[in-house]
């Protein structure tokens, strides 16, 4: 072997090693784990998926101790949980400003599992854009696609950049193969919110819709482009679409003038800061368009 694969793998390991010592291993479920990262003294932050249940979340610390953690908060739209564990003390990752990652730049997730200890995957990151929305309308910034296999107990891992420095949260969630690097920015913020709300808001409307392909004759008549809307299969009593009149049946085309084509086009006006807010909704009813005020709320939360 030559003197720089040997190097490579010496260099690998030691970030391995580093990175590892702020790693957990989360079990939430009878079997198996995942990972999550001391993200701050006592905060660790893991993959809001693989965390199967509220109660009864225990840690494998570093140095192997088995520790019980409270879970703080959930945020499902950017795949991520917040967790309390006084005993999680080491010293938090030393991250890196995830913008600053390109194409084709070598990338490490580091994970910890249940017996064996710390676990690694090496690949490369495959593509950055500088925003992205995800299914579940929240934009990443940057979008960051890793190509790499991320074994189940490396979820929710370390994304290691080549500085050794942890530049994102790596998740399957949003990715068709590979993985995704939810960004430190990203992070960052939705832990800033959990710890002090305990959840992050997020609008609602109070409708249910599925895509519908719109006919050539309506297409032509409404002089739209797209060939895609929302349709409405239910309206929750009480909730902003049914305070604003929308009803069964109605077909959603377009909110604050921008074409809906899709559910993600909805749920991109459905941030915290969207909370308040009067969105102007065109809907077609019985063939015909007309315009709607529907004032965003927020979502109820269980237990609150």
């Not at 192997?64 to 564990?85: E, Q």
């Amino acid at each position: 072997m030559s003197a720089t694969l040997i190097d490579l793998s010496n260099a690998l390991a030691q970030v391995t090693d580093r990175t590892a010592m702020a790693a957990v291993a989360v079990h939430a479920e009878a079997r198996g784990s995942s990972t999550g990262v001391i993200w701050r003294p006592g905060v660790i932050v893991t993959a809001e998926h693989a965390l199967r249940r509220d109660e009864e979340i225990q840690v494998t610390l570093p140095d192997g101790h088995v520790v019980p953690a409270s879970l703080k908060g959930r945020d499902p739209t950017t795949d991520l949980a917040v967790l309390k564990c006084s005993e999680a003390t080491a010293s938090p990752v030393e991250t890196a400003d995830a913008a600053e990652v390109k194409p084709g730049a070598l990338a490490l997730v580091v994970g910890r599992t249940r017996a064996s200890g710390p676990v690694a995957t090496f690949g490369v990151v495959s593509l950055v854009a500088s925003e992205r929305k995800t299914w579940t309308g929240v934009a990443l910034a940057p979008y960051i696609r890793l190509d790499l296999a991320l074994q189940p107990t490396a979820v929710g891992g370390a994304a290691v950049e080549a500085h050794g420095k942890v530049f994102g949260l790596a998740t399957p969630r949003f990715a068709r193969f590979g993985a995704i690097a939810i960004p430190t920015a990203t992070v960052n913020r939705v832990v800033d919110v959990i710890l002090q709300k305990g959840r992050v808001p997020r609008g609602y409307l109070g409708v249910g819709l599925q895509p519908v392909r719109l006919p050539e004759a309506l297409r032509q008549s409404l002089q739209r482009v797209e060939k895609t809307a929302a349709i409405v299969l239910e309206v929750e009593p009480e909730s902003p679409a049914h305070k604003a009149g929308m009803v069964i049946g109605d077909i959603l085309i377009s909110l604050e003038g921008k074409p809906i084509t899709q559910l993600e086009n909805v749920q991109s006006h459905l941030s915290g800061e969207d909370i308040g807010k009067t969105l102007s909704a065109k809907i077609v009813r019985g063939g015909a368009a007309q315009t709607v005020n529907i004032v965003v709320s927020e979502r109820e939360h269980k237990g609150e």
